[in-house]
Antibody, heavy 119, light 107 residues
Framework: QITLKESGPTLVKPTQTVTLTCIIS??????????VGWIRQPPGKALEWLGV???????RYSPSLKSRLSISKDTSKNKVVLTVTNMDPVDTATYFC???????????WGQGTLVTVSS | DIQMTQSPSSLSASVGDRITITCRAS??????LNWYQQTPGKAPKLLIY???SLQSGVPSRFSGSVSGTDFTLTISSLQPEDFATYYC?????????FGQGTKLEIK
């Protein structure tokens, strides 16, 4: 059974950097073809794709956020980390990590973690 | 970036109705189109991947199809648990963009 669980600070101040962790189980980040994506959803709004990291450490980012995002993985600790710099109130959202499946679809999601940006 | 235009943004229907939701891609995405269902406070749930493949455990009243760059999600007979928000998602090329969502409400 594949599971993912996000964790991180719930409240950050503007201009700060936030680091979110996704702990995975039921699959390995070293297995060929595996990928983990990050998606966010501001309150009451649509899903927004942020980026993905693959088993071979290939990373892809949303162009609109690329300068502020970094995704990394620690295979031995079964975790994927998302870092977002220079946080702004518009970055207030629930952040999800998810497992990539066939056709790049996201078949297993974490519960999400709400990050609020406020001074 | 590939834009996904999803319509309608909201839809009111009754239990037992047949409904369709459409996503139009701004360019070809082959069959790299997926559909999700989301209820308030929950993570999205994968319904359909690769345009028309039903995810394991998803009822057969859900189906997906394509005509050109217009992708359709159909629910053949609405059940009470189907009232939710639905999103399409292209995974042909990064950034893997989502549609703006369709909120399906009870009439």
């Amino acid at each position: 059974q594949i599971t993912l669980k996000e964790s991180g600070p719930t409240l950050v101040k503007p201009t700060q950097t936030v680091t979110l962790t996704c702990i995975i189980s039921g699959f390995s980040l070293s297995t060929s073809g595996v990928g983990v994506g990050w998606i966010r959803q501001p309150p009451g709004k649509a899903l927004e794709w942020l980026g993905v990291i693959y088993w071979d450490d290939d990373k892809r980012y949303s162009p609109s956020l690329k300068s502020r995002l970094s995704i990394s993985k620690d295979t031995s600790k079964n975790k994927v980390v998302l870092t977002v710099t220079n946080m702004d109130p518009v970055d207030t959202a629930t952040y999800f990590c998810a497992h990539l499946y066939n056709y790049g679809s996201l078949d297993s999601w974490g519960q999400g973690t709400l990050v609020t940006v406020s001074s | 970036d590939i834009q996904m235009t999803q319509s309608p943004s909201s839809l009111s229907a009754s239990v037992g109705d047949r409904i369709t939701i459409t996503c139009r891609a701004s360019q070809t995405i082959n069959r790299y189109l997926n559909w999700y269902q989301q209820t308030p406070g929950k993570a999205p749930k994968l319904l359909i991947y690769g345009t028309s493949s039903l995810q394991s455990g998803v009822p057969s009243r859900f189906s997906g199809s394509v005509s050109g760059t217009d992708f359709t999600l159909t629910i053949s007979s609405l059940q009470p648990e189907d009232f939710a928000t639905y999103y399409c998602h292209q995974t042909y090329s990064t950034p893997y963009t989502f549609g703006q969502g369709t909120k399906l409400e009870i009439k």
